[in-house]
């Protein structure tokens, strides 16, 4: 009886993943073939929350903006073309002690959330928007940089630009 080698092994085995990978692929399960459905302009909501400025006007719609997402960055930089912002608040107990109420952040009077929507051609596919080879999602992790700025953020809305050119609202920004 002859004994297993090791690099053999190895070898079988990485033979039996490549035929496997390559099933996967033509069965249409592996990512690698989403079909473009279509090119289109989306709008991406961008939610920053308690970035410390002395200058809380520091997006501007109009500029542009660069977009980095997963550590890659996107090119090119995205127009921005909507900006709420209140001061960061925080929450306290009411005097009734059931209900909450909430106030500009004494601890940090220099804080600011923001939702800042930046628009950029996509390719929309049956799993989704890609921009620039980055899939776009609601939850993914974004960081926005500009002359003066770099902060990070977390997608909240991702919406089809109207071929007028009016983005779909967003939300309310809370006062």
């Known amino acids: 009886m002859r004994r297993v080698n090791?690099?053999?092994a190895a070898v079988v085995t990485t033979v039996i993943f490549c035929v496997l990978g390559f099933a996967m692929a033509k069965a249409g399960h592996a990512g690698v073939d989403n079909v473009i459905?279509?090119?289109v302009r989306v709008s991406i909501d961008v939610y920053l929350i308690g970035l410390k400025t002395l200058d809380p006007e520091i997006f501007k719609t109009g500029e542009t903006?660069?977009?980095?997402?997963?550590?890659?960055?996107v090119e090119p930089p995205m127009k921005i073309s909507k900006v709420d912002h209140w001061q960061h608040k925080a929450s306290f107990l009411a005097p009734d002690g059931k209900s909450a109420v909430a106030f500009p952040d004494p601890a940090v009077p220099v804080a600011h959330d923001y939702i800042?929507?930046?628009?950029e051609n996509a390719e929309r596919t049956a799993d989704g928007y890609v921009v620039s080879g980055n899939k776009i999602k609601i939850g993914n992790q974004v960081d926005l940089e500009g002359f003066k700025y770099?902060?990070?953020g977390v997608v909240v809305n991702v919406n089809e630009v109207s071929t007028e050119g009016a983005g779909t609202p967003t939300p309310g920004s809370g006062g």
């Open 6 to 8: 090791g690099f053999d």
């Open 37 to 39: 459905e279509g090119k």
């Open 65 to 73: 903006s660069a977009i980095t997402i997963r550590n890659r960055p």
């Open 116 to 119: 800042v929507t930046v628009e």
């Open 150 to 152: 770099r902060a990070s």
